[in-house]
């Protein structure tokens, strides 16, 4: 569990303990790879993801009260994205808490009024656009947005899309409906993620206000990537947890595998690996509680450390199970997938090492 040693530790654990167990009655590992090839097709896990709303407020958990959410904050958040992550979950909470994160920013703009209540109750799906030729005019007081916005996560599933676009005036961000949107859905690495080129025509778009337009995309692309890094934290621990019980039942040459020096050492490694990766996610956290302003730079460190892990972690599980890892029949690479998809689902590791480097200087 994430920040284990602060305030509400208690509650955090019996927060993801409680999707855990909802997640294993609803969606049970042993039926992962099932479910992963429902997901692959288009279809995402609609039971988990209706539970997750009715029974955990999952979407709601980093909004504040008077705003409708939990009042809760980006650990408990983060706590159940690495829940879900451990279980490849095919949920579309990444676009959904990105869209949130950034009308909770722009909680003044008129946005914010149409959509986030939609988006935290579940009667709507959002998503966020990093990339793209999005142009918006306004016609007659209401501004429309045409052009494609790529590879956005959780896109096939959006009725709102909070993307930046072009104006007259210079760029801006907007709340813009989807609904009549062009949907490309890209066969993806990892199974369970849904990536899709959205274009749209005209479509009607909510301006998100003046104020956010200069560091909208800072506090966005931090939180995707701690969000992410909580999600790479999940797949190495449970790849490093599914190796070593694994290891203690399958034996060769009369004993078990485990026991072997060139297992143990391997599975040492990997372990190194995760429990660097959970200092630096669990700073990370902080940041986004404690000191916002340090976000970019710990969420970047975090997301480089957990990507390393869960790579390692899962490469090294499929090893360790030997043939039948190698197998689609087995859940291993639904980890392994998961782990490379989002290691450059956003940017590659070098951008991120170059932010932390400019952050303390050594760049410019």
């Not at 988990?48 to 008077?66: C, F, S």
């Not at 959509?115 to 007659?140: K, M, N, T």
């Not at 902080?286 to 975090?302: C, F, G, I, K, Y």
């Not at 991120?352 to 410019?364: F, M, P, Q």
């Amino acid at each position: 569990m994430i920040l284990q040693d602060v305030e509400a530790a208690e509650l955090r654990s019996e927060l993801t303990e409680c999707v855990a167990q909802l997640a294993e009655r609803v969606a049970p590992r042993s039926d992962a790879v099932a479910r992963a090839d429902v997901a692959a097709e288009g279809a995402f896990d609609r039971e988990l993801w209706e539970r997750l709303i009715r029974e955990v407020g999952i979407l709601g958990l980093a909004v504040p009260e008077e705003q409708g959410g939990a009042g809760a904050t980006h650990a408990e958040l983060g706590a159940v994205v690495e829940v879900l992550g451990r279980r490849t979950a095919a949920v579309p909470l990444f676009g959904a808490a990105l869209a949130i994160e950034a009308l909770v920013t722009a909680l003044e703009s008129p946005a914010a009024g149409v959509w986030l209540p939609a988006l935290i109750d579940g009667s709507a799906h959002g998503a966020v656009a990093f990339a793209g030729d999005l142009r918006a005019v306004e016609v007659d007081g209401a501004w429309r947005v045409t052009g494609s916005a790529p590879a956005v996560v959780d896109g096939s599933v959006a009725d709102v899309l909070i993307a930046e676009a072009s104006t007259p005036a210079g760029a801006r961000w907007f709340g813009v409906d989807v609904a009549d949107a062009t949907r490309d859905r890209h066969e993806t690495l990892d199974l369970v993620r849904d990536i899709t080129t959205l274009t749209v025509d005209g479509a009607p778009a909510t301006d998100l206000g003046d104020a956010v337009t200069e560091g909208l995309r800072n506090r966005i692309e931090a939180v995707a990537d701690l969000l992410l890094a909580c999600e790479q934290l999940g797949v190495a621990e449970q790849s490093l947890e599914d190796a070593v019980e694994y290891a203690k039942v399958r034996e060769q040459f009369g004993r078990v595998i485990g026991s072997f020096q060139a297992v143990k050492h391997v599975l040492a490694d990997v372990a190194v690996e995760a429990d660097l990766a959970r200092s630096l996610v669990e700073h990370a956290v902080w940041a986004a509680v404690q000191s916002p302003r340090d976000l970019p730079e710990t969420s970047a460190m975090a997301l480089l450390a957990a990507s390393r892990a869960a790579v390692l972690a899962s490469s090294e599980n499929v090893q360790v199970h030997g043939g039948i890892g190698f197998s689609w029949e087995h859940s291993a690479h639904l980890l392994f997938r998961k782990a490379r998809s989002n290691e450059m689902i956003l940017h590659p590791p070098a951008d991120l090492a170059d932010r932390v480097l400019r952050a303390e200087g050594v760049l410019a």
